[in-house]
Nanobody, 120 residues
Framework: QVQLVESGGGLVQPGGSLSLSCVAS????????MRWNRQAPGKERELVAA????????HYVESVKGRFTISRDNAKNTVYLQMNSLKPEDTAVYYC?????????????WGQGTQVTVSS
């Protein structure tokens, strides 16, 4: 059974930090690029950060550059999102997303999401 399980969300004050984790199971993690997306109330889901299958290439949406860092550990089937200097506009549900690079199997998997709330 394929699973992407996010954790680490919560309530934090502006300027604070949170570290999100997403543990994958049921598929070959190293065959997939990984992404963190978010969806704020009343807004469309947007890509926040992405990392290549081997971890050597990363991409960030402009609004989080310099504040967020995506990383992965293929030995642990886990992708991380370190979020620093958080702002109220970062409030959203954050979703982990696996996108197939090679091999067999479905092209996309999604987690259930974890809530991040930035508020004083």
């Amino acid at each position: 059974q394929v699973q992407l399980v996010e954790s680490g969300g919560g309530l934090v004050q502006p300027g604070g930090s949170l570290s999100l984790s997403c543990v994958a199971s049921g598929f070959t993690f190293s065959n997939y690029g990984m992404r963190w997306n978010r969806q704020a109330p009343g807004k469309e889901r947007e890509l926040v950060a992405a990392i290549s299958d081997a971890g050597g290439i990363t991409h960030y949406v402009e609004s989080v550059k310099g504040r967020f860092t995506i990383s992965r550990d293929n030995a642990k089937n886990t992708v991380y999102l370190q979020m620093n200097s958080l702002k109220p506009e970062d409030t959203a549900v954050y979703y982990c997303n696996a996108v197939k690079v090679r091999g067999s199997g479905p092209s996309n998997y999604w987690g259930q999401g974890t809530q991040v709330t930035v508020s004083s």
